[in-house]
Each structure stands twice: as structure tokens, then as C-alpha cells.
């Protein structure tokens, strides 16, 4: 069964603190992305990876960066955390050009 | 560039009505077109996608949707709705080829069944 996870599920920090968002799948999927969503906005594409170590802005990357070392795992780390980073992360994998898989979230909460 | 519009932030419809979400893409080439669902609290799962072929797709739990390339609409339609089906529904369009990585989604629609 095709699966993606995200840990945590649920987050709060203070603004100031890192953060760290992890997710994996089990898919072997090359293509990963990180969106976050808010209420009215929809989804907004943060960073793409193409592959391990093969990294993309998207959208919204400022005070976000990402690691992947490993195909199964994509990192998102927020550098001393503001409050508008408040929202909830996605997740996705994708095989080449077909449908995305989604994670089922992570709810951050700076504080 | 590639743009998608869903016009209506929310539908309430009544429980066995039929139903229809529209979208509007915006994409000059072969666009690549899905419906994902989000349930409360949960990710996007996969309704349907268009490739090629077929105008009229299939999907899971009696979704359909038509592409309609003369009107750059992807519209989705239902013909009974269920309590069940209260969520957020999101079009979304990418391009075809070898190096058809981004994704462009819609704002979403939240759609509610009264019972």
C-alpha cells in the first residue's frame, strides 16, 4: 500500500526556535515536494526535490531549506521560526508525471 | 504561465442532488489534470485525472469529470451526493513530458451536503 507519513503530526514551538519536519515514503518515488496550506490561499509549493540532493525553490521558499540524503526521507527545516509560519505542512511524492501522494499533514504552531 | 481557477469557495448542496465543481485552467500546451479530496483534518487524496483519451474520466465513489479542451475546463460532477462527500475538492493542472514537475492547484472548494 502506497504510503507517505510526516512526523510530527502536531507541532508547537516559540518563534526563535528551529524546526523540523520530516517525511517519508515507501513508494521509491524520485520527486518530492513540501507545500504548506492556509485557510483562503490553497496550497503553496515551498520547495520540489527531484532526487536526493537535487533541490528546488518553489513558490514560497524564503525561511524554509530542505535536505534530502535519502530518497525515502525529505526534510523540511525552518531557521528560527516566525509566527506567520504558522500553518499546516504537506507532504507529496510523485512518480515522474502522474497523481501526487500526500502526506497527512503536519500542524506547526509558532508561538 | 499555467494558472487554475475553481470559482466557487464553497457549494452546499442537499443530500442525493446531483453536483457539479467547476474548473478553469489556464495552460497552452497538453495540460495533465487531476481532482484530489481533502477530508477534515487529513491530505489530498486522488479522485480522478485526465491524461489522454476519453474526455469523460471515471473516478472513485461515482466522480466523473469532462475535459473539455475548447472551454480549458475540467469540470467535476457527481450524480447523487452523499453526507459522506462534505469536503475540500481541488483541481489541479500540470504539463506532460519528461520534466513535468509542478503541480498548480485551484484554492479548493468546500463543498457541504446537507442530510
Known amino acids: 500500500d502506497m504510503k507517505v507519513t510526516q512526523m510530527p503530526r502536531y507541532l508547537i514551538k516559540r518563534m526563535g526556535e528551529n524546526v523540523l519536519l520530516e517525511c517519508g515514503q515507501d513508494?521509491?518515488?524520485?520527486?518530492m515536494y513540501w507545500y504548506r496550506q492556509d485557510p483562503g490561499l490553497g496550497l503553496q509549493l515551498i520547495y520540489i526535490?527531484?532526487?536526493?540532493?537535487?533541490?528546488s525553490e518553489g513558490d514560497i521558499p524564503k525561511g524554509y531549506r530542505v535536505s534530502r540524503k535519502k530518497r525515502e526521507h525529505f526534510s523540511l527545516i525552518l531557521d528560527s521560526a516566525k509566527t506567520n509560519q504558522t500553518s499546516v505542512y504537506f507532504c507529496?511524492?510523485?512518480?515522474?508525471?502522474?497523481?501526487?501522494?500526500f502526506g497527512p499533514g503536519t500542524r506547526l504552531t509558532v508561538l | 504561465a499555467q494558472s487554475v481557477t475553481q470559482p466557487d469557495a464553497r457549494v452546499t448542496v442537499s443530500e442525493g442532488a446531483s453536483l457539479q465543481l467547476r474548473c478553469k485552467y489556464s495552460y497552452s500546451g497538453t495540460p495533465y489534470l487531476f481532482w484530489y479530496v481533502q477530508y477534515p483534518r487529513q491530505g489530498l487524496q486522488l479522485l480522478l485525472k485526465?491524461?489522454?483519451?476519453?474526455?469523460v474520466v471515471q473516478g472513485v465513489n461515482g466522480f466523473e469529470a469532462e475535459f473539455i479542451k475548447s472551454n480549458s475546463s475540467f469540470h467535476l460532477r457527481k450524480a447523487s451526493v452523499h453526507w459522506s462527500d462534505s469536503a475540500v475538492y481541488f483541481c489541479a493542472v500540470s504539463r506532460g513530458g519528461t520534466n513535468a514537475y509542478k503541480v498548480i492547484f485551484g484554492k479548493g472548494t468546500h463543498l457541504h451536503v446537507l442530510p
Open positions: 526535490s527531484y532526487d536526493v540532493d537535487s533541490n
Open positions: 507529496a511524492s510523485r512518480l515522474t508525471v502522474y497523481e501526487q501522494y
Open positions: 513508494m521509491s518515488h524520485e520527486t
Open positions: 485526465y491524461y489522454s483519451g476519453d474526455p
